[in-house]
């Protein structure tokens, strides 16, 4: 009589063992899925920013090459161009970020680094552990009493 509830147990005790690592791997999953998500969001919104930013920056470096072209034309003086140049770079980059593929190289050399460079990304002393953080919060606590 006792083998029979004893295998019932067994039996019911793997059943919910089962029930919770699905439940927990579920759990991951959507986690990881709203990770991205979020991820995906930012990197969008980064990029909408980038673009509406480029609009702006266009306008005021398109005036700014005009006027400093009509400057350099009417002082006879090729000096007053100068500022184009920083400003183009500006351009530039600001371009290749909203509509180039700034983003697919800097993807692409992140992914290098953590292939090839990985020691670059590790944490000075380790990564942070519960003793590190019970001590940090021992220091900084007024109202832990020690026992």
Same mark, same amino acid.
């Given at each position: 009589m006792g083998?029979?509830? *004893? &295998? *019932?147990?067994n039996d019911s005790l793997k059943a919910q063992q089962e029930f919770m690592l699905m439940n927990s791997r579920l759990q991951l999953e959507r986690q990881l899925l709203m990770q991205n @998500?979020?991820?995906?969001? @930012?990197?969008?919104? @980064?990029?909408?920013?980038?673009?509406e930013f480029l609009k702006y920056f266009g306008t005021f470096f398109g005036l700014a090459a005009? $006027?400093?072209?009509?400057?350099?034309? &009417? &002082? &006879?003086?090729? $000096?007053?161009?100068v500022p184009i140049v920083p400003l183009s770079f500006i351009f530039a980059y600001q371009y290749d970020m909203g509509y180039g593929t700034l983003l697919q190289r800097i993807k692409g050399e992140a992914e290098n680094i953590l292939d090839t460079q990985s020691t670059l990304l590790e944490l000075p002393k380790g990564p942070l552990t519960y003793e590190d953080l019970e001590k940090i919060r021992r220091s900084q606590s007024k109202f832990f009493i020690e026992k």
């Open positions: 083998f029979i509830f *004893s &295998k *019932s147990m @998500q979020m991820r995906e969001r @930012q990197t969008a919104m @980064q990029i909408a920013w980038t673009r005009v $006027g400093l072209t009509a400057g350099a034309i &009417k &002082k &006879k003086n090729p $000096g007053v161009l």
